[in-house]
């Protein structure tokens, strides 16, 4: 194993792309238990102070003519609302707040995440999942708490003539569970793949000829994975208005 | 011996410090970021629902207002403003029509007036030509008679001038009768 690795050492191409999302201690060398502090910890941490960054301070002048800051706060909150508000309808308002949440983690997250020699929590299934499973229990049994046994109309499409609904209803149900899976590989995935790809760039970079072709490419793949960092969490949160929705007004 | 250290504390981690796979499979970890997560969430969702989303909220219910009040203001000064040209519209009428009636007033009183002095000076330029007709036809007698008087007497000098006997009734007969004639 060690001679493996040093054999690919000795060659002049070094790929490490998934060296960034090890997980080490921020203190000593030790292992990393439950409550270790580690390198999530401090960039889960950077998350929040963006998140009052963004939204907490800039509002506290609370001005009627709102300054730069004030304006991104309040295009963010109009932005969310708004998608709450067209997706869900009005009775989806209440749950304002856990959207606004999940938006602003995963965005600052993602964006965090694209600072040189940093690492990104929202690269990691254990997060996203989380996230994602977070929303599928909460649609579920909002659902079947609103809702009751009528919940359970979501898998039976009406609409559909009366004999492909039995096989309509497995399909749904396995898409309804495939659900959490999916919402989380997305997201997880796209961050880790543009990460990941701009470290083979890098790579490639120690050659001299191919050097300037990297650095061009890392630098499009960068304002690529801008592109993603927003519209993975825009993605991220729309589907969960989306099935939110769903737990709200089963119907079709 | 780091190596031996180290793949004793992570079995995601080689002896060089490089990932085993991806790190993201690996479950030693999982714990630690699920325990971070969680509270992350909470303290973003606390920050959000106790500071942010409602500063924010009122900040812009608190602009709305504002908006629709002054809106509401800016309707009733133009209401006001439209009422205000209604009334200098009509005052301004009010004020045409009275103008046309004095000078209407103004004319018809002169008219009378120049009425009034055109009867007197017709009447005075009347009485004055018929003074003067009558000036006239006295001085056209007077002329006639000192006509008659001159020739009688210059006829009765020439009559007396030539030798003759100067027959007075003679003489104003002839005249009386050339006068005529």
């Known amino acids: 194993m060690a001679s493996d690795t040093t054999a690919a050492e000795g060659s002049s191409l070094v790929f490490h792309p998934m060296d960034q999302f ?27 102070v963006a998140v009052i960054a963004l939204l907490v301070l800039p509002t506290s002048k609370r001005a009627i003519v709102p300054g730069r800051g004030q304006s991104i706060a309040e295009l963010t909150y109009g932005f969310i609302y708004k998608m709450v508000e067209d997706v869900c309808g009005k009775d989806g308002i209440k749950f304002f707040p856990y959207i606004m949440t999940l938006f602003m983690f995963i965005v600052s997250a993602n964006f965090l995440g694209l600072l040189p020699m940093s690492f990104t929590t929202t690269s990691h ?29 979501l898998f039976w499409v009406s609409s559909a003539p009366l004999a492909l609904r039995p096989i309509l209803a497995v399909i749904e149900l396995i898409s309804y569970f495939v659900r959490p899976v999916s919402h989380s590989i997305r997201l997880a995935g796209n961050v880790m793949a543009g990460h990941a790809v701009i470290k083979v760039f890098a790579g490639f970079a120690a050659i001299t000829v191919i050097s300037p072709v990297s650095v061009l490419a890392i630098t499009a793949m960068y304002g690529l994975e801008i592109l993603v960092a927003f519209i993975q969490a825009y993605v991220f949160t729309i589907l969960t208005c989306v099935y939110l929705k769903d737990a709200l007004h089963p119907s079709h | 011996m780091a190596t031996e250290t180290k793949d004793i504390v992570s079995a995601c981690v080689d002896s060089y410090g490089s990932a085993v796979g991806m790190p993201q499979l690996c479950g030693e970890w999982m714990g630690n970021q699920i325990f971070w997560l969680v509270i992350t969430l909470v303290v973003i969702f606390l920050i959000l629902s106790r500071v942010a989303l409602p500063r924010i909220g009122a900040i812009l219910a608190e602009r709305q207002g504002t908006i629709t009040n002054d809106i509401a203001a800016a309707e009733d000064l133009k209401a006001k403003a439209v009422e205000a040209e209604d009334a200098y519209n009509k005052a301004l009428a009010d004020a045409r029509a009275q103008a046309q009636a004095i000078a209407a007033e103004a004319r018809a009183e002169i008219q009378a007036d120049l009425d009034v ?12 030509a018929a003074e003067s007709e009558a000036a006239i036809a006295e001085i056209r007698a007077g002329a006639l008679d000192s006509i008659q008087a001159v020739a009688k007497d210059t006829a009765g000098e020439i009559v ?22």
């Not at chain 1, 997980?23 to 998350?47: E, R, Y």
């Not at chain 1, 997060?127 to 009528?150: C, D, H, Q, R, Y």
């Not at chain 2, 007396?160 to 004639?181: N, Y």
């Open chain 1, 22 to 48: 090890i997980v080490k201690p921020l203190f000593g060398d030790g292992a990393v238990g439950m409550f270790t502090i580690t390198n999530v910890t401090l960039w889960l941490a950077l998350a929040i």
């Open chain 1, 125 to 153: 299934f254990a997060v996203t999942a989380v996230l994602a499973l977070a929303v599928f229990l909460t649609v579920t049994i909002l659902g079947f708490v609103i809702n009751g046994a009528g919940f359970l109309g």
């Open chain 2, 117 to 128: 002095a055109i009867a007197k000076a017709d009447a005075e330029i009347a009485a004055k």
């Open chain 2, 160 to 181: 007396t001038a030539l030798g003759g006997q100067a027959d007075e009734a003679g003489i104003a007969g002839a005249i009386d009768a050339r006068m005529k004639g």
